[in-house]
């Protein structure tokens, strides 16, 4: 998972620090595609960028 496009748009794109993003993907193991809710909901992100990941993820392809 962290080599994932959206753990790799979080370090590169968003700045958000490894620990953060390790801490989210321990606690979305089960359920991958809330990993950006769990980040709000344990204060790691704020609304507006919640909202700039929901948009990278609407334009993101994975198969380029």
């Known amino acids: 998972m962290m080599t ?3 753990v790799q748009f979080l ?4 700045s958000l620090p ?3 993003i390790a801490l989210a993907v321990q606690h979305a ?3 991958p595609s809330l ?3 769990i980040l709000w909901r344990y204060g790691l992100i ?3 960028q919640l909202e700039e990941i929901f948009d990278w ?3 993101v ?3 380029a």
Do not use: F, K, R, V
Not at 11 to 14: H, I, L, T, Y
């Open 11 to 14: 370090q590169d794109e968003m």
């Open 46 to 48: 704020s609304i507006g």
């Open 35 to 37: 990993l950006p809710m």
């Open 29 to 31: 193991e089960q359920t």
């Open 57 to 59: 993820l609407e334009h």
């Open 61 to 63: 392809d994975y198969a």
């Open 18 to 20: 490894s620990d953060s």
């Open 4 to 6: 994932h496009p959206l």
